[in-house]
């Protein structure tokens, strides 16, 4: 994978609902693409492995605590397809279960390099997973946008390495 001129790297992040963390990664990636002057060469977007949230916005409580940060959480709910292993260069699973999830959406298991854990990318946070903050207090939506700045980060790095 190589940030080309012409064509950008486009990242899914993924989560469950696609209301917390996935939302939350892609604007934490989003600033941080954008802080880089980097909008034309790296794209995201994210999805969830369920549809019950199809159509609706971020976890008002998601969006506070993000706001907080700098961080505005605009993206609406919607369901990983399986187009996405066609239209994204990497897949970023929040959690083992959304990992064990997409690859089984992988069944000829042709888009194995693209899938990868969030975590994969952290550099100070010493977790294996961005924990699910929707039924936990503050903390939880503090503590998953506190991995995710270091995720994303470590994640650009790698993108722009490349």
Request: glycine share 6%.
């Given at each position: 994978m190589?940030?080309?001129?012409?064509i950008p790297t486009k990242i899914l992040f993924i989560c469950m609902g696609n209301i917390c963390r996935s939302p939350s990664a892609e604007a934490v990636m989003q600033?941080?693409?954008?802080?880089k002057g980097l909008?034309?060469?790296i794209s995201c977007d994210s999805a969830g492995t369920i549809d019950y949230h199809r159509g609706k916005p971020a976890?008002?409580?998601m969006q506070k605590h993000a706001r907080l940060?700098?961080?505005e959480?605009?993206?609406i709910s919607r369901p990983f397809e399986n187009e996405d292993f066609e239209s994204f260069d990497l897949i970023i699973t929040m959690d083992d279960d959304n990992y064990l999830q997409i690859k089984w959406f992988d069944q000829r298991k042709s888009y194995t390099d693209k899938i990868r854990r969030m975590t994969d990318f952290c550099s100070?946070?010493?977790v294996s997973e961005v924990p699910d903050p929707y039924y936990?207090?503050?903390?939880?939506?503090?503590?998953?946008?506190?991995?995710?700045?270091?995720?994303?980060?470590?994640l650009l790095e790698y993108v722009t390495a490349k």
């Amino acid at each position: 994978m190589t940030l080309s001129s012409k064509i950008p790297t486009k990242i899914l992040f993924i989560c469950m609902g696609n209301i917390c963390r996935s939302p939350s990664a892609e604007a934490v990636m989003q600033a941080l693409v954008k802080q880089k002057g980097l909008e034309s060469k790296i794209s995201c977007d994210s999805a969830g492995t369920i549809d019950y949230h199809r159509g609706k916005p971020a976890d008002a409580r998601m969006q506070k605590h993000a706001r907080l940060r700098g961080y505005e959480l605009s993206s609406i709910s919607r369901p990983f397809e399986n187009e996405d292993f066609e239209s994204f260069d990497l897949i970023i699973t929040m959690d083992d279960d959304n990992y064990l999830q997409i690859k089984w959406f992988d069944q000829r298991k042709s888009y194995t390099d693209k899938i990868r854990r969030m975590t994969d990318f952290c550099s100070t946070s010493q977790v294996s997973e961005v924990p699910d903050p929707y039924y936990g207090g503050n903390q939880g939506f503090e503590n998953v946008l506190d991995i995710l700045e270091d995720a994303c980060q470590g994640l650009l790095e790698y993108v722009t390495a490349k």
